[in-house]
């Protein structure tokens, strides 16, 4: 067979635990088999980024700004008890929230939608894809344990001599007390990467915030977004077909439980972190949720939303075959083709996407599938190891490539 082949490479990062050995498995089974495969490899395994001081993750997403693409496998972010394990000179920070902080993206979660695999929410008919603001709010607080009578202030001092002073609470006993921040260019790279994405994944962008009471603060995050959208986004937005609508916080959910689904919910930073995560419960699996980060310069990362499955990784390392699930994995590989292929034009890479993707559907919905998918469907089903569904996978992806 001919292989497929690349124009650019994409910008590999390898990960840790179980999901290390399924991204090997899935270049085995799944891509070199059928690409001609150009990949520009970093190893983000904590082994490697250990011996190279973490400089190997800066490295990674320097090559990202470099090609556009990366795909990336889940890594560990080392805690106490990861430091001892793997005797590391420092706890490193977390790879995704570096590679973020280089390539200042927004990070889009998606469910990856199976017939047979039925959302709690008997409406949805198509994914809901949670774009969350990963800066400031109250992840980046500055919090105060108000330990007795006085008076609370908010105090601005600028750099050209404007001031701002006004009282929050005069205590009459001890409470708590927070002061949160966020910044326009934040804000407004946030909002400019939700209306890309809107663009090239051609759906309806929603953004809910409570600016009925923060009228300031969460009035600004709406003002924003409108500006950005009359000026730049408008037009391009009624030639593709799709809409923009601001709405309050909790008025969007109500309408997202009605909803089919099928579109992007923009969310502020604290709603983002918990919403995405009632999506993925409510849609069925985390091992079933696809997440990219997209920069403002047009640059996009593909990986699984979940972790380094450690449980299925010590079982691995004791002799036996896991039923993990490397459906999200695949997918960032697909997605990484797909947007290979648009950036280069090479028809047949976004082709052979679509035909892993669809590969992967066909062997849920024709009964096999790993064990955490299996507790999710009622009828018969056959539950295999990660290889074996990774060979089922294959022959129905050869049959599609015809070869
Ligand atoms: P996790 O790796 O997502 O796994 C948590 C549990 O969810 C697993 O034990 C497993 O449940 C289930 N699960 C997750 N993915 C699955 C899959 N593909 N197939 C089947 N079951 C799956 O989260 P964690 O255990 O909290 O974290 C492990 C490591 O991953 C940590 O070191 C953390 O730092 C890292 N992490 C990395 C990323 C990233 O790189 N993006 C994200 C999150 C966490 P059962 O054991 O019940 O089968
Ligand atoms: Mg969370």
Known sequence: MQKIT??????????????????????????????????????????????????????????????????????????????????????Y??????????????????????PGIDPYVRTWEAPITIARHAYGDIYRATEYRVPTTGKAELVFTGDDGTEFRETIYEYECPGVLQGLYNKDSSIESFARACFEFALSSKQDLWFAAKDTIAKKYDGRFRDIFQELYETEYKRRFEEAGIRYLYTLIDDAVARVMRSKGGFIWACKNYDGDVMSDMISSAFGSLAMMKSVLVSPEGNYEFEAAHGTITRHYYRYRNGEKPSSNPVAT???????????????????????ADA??????????????????ALLVSGEVKTVNSEDFLDEVRSRLQNKLRV
């Open 356 to 373: 892993l993707e669809s590969a992967c559907v066909e062997t849920i919905t024709d009964g096999i599938m790993t064990g955490d998918l």
């Open 330 to 352: 695949i997918f960032a590989w697909s997605g990484a083709f797909r947007q290979r292929g648009i950036f280069d034009e090479t028809r047949d890479l976004i082709d052979y």
């Open 6 to 91: 690349m124009t650019n490479p994409i910008v590999e990062m390898d990960g840790d635990e179980m999901t290390r050995i399924l991204w090997q498995m899935i270049k085995d089974k799944l891509i070199l088999p059928f690409v001609d495969l150009k990949t520009e490899y970093y190893d983000l395994g904590l082994v490697r980024r250990d011996e190279t001081d973490d400089q190997i993750t800066l490295q990674a997403a320097e090559a990202i700004k470099k090609w556009h693409v990366g795909v990336k496998c889940a890594t560990i972010t080392p805690n106490d008890a990861r430091v001892k394990e793997y005797n590391l000179k420092k706890m």
């Open 93 to 114: 920070k977390s790879p995704n929230g570096t590679i973020r902080a280089v390539l200042d993206g927004t990070v889009f979660r998606t469910p990856i939608i199976v």
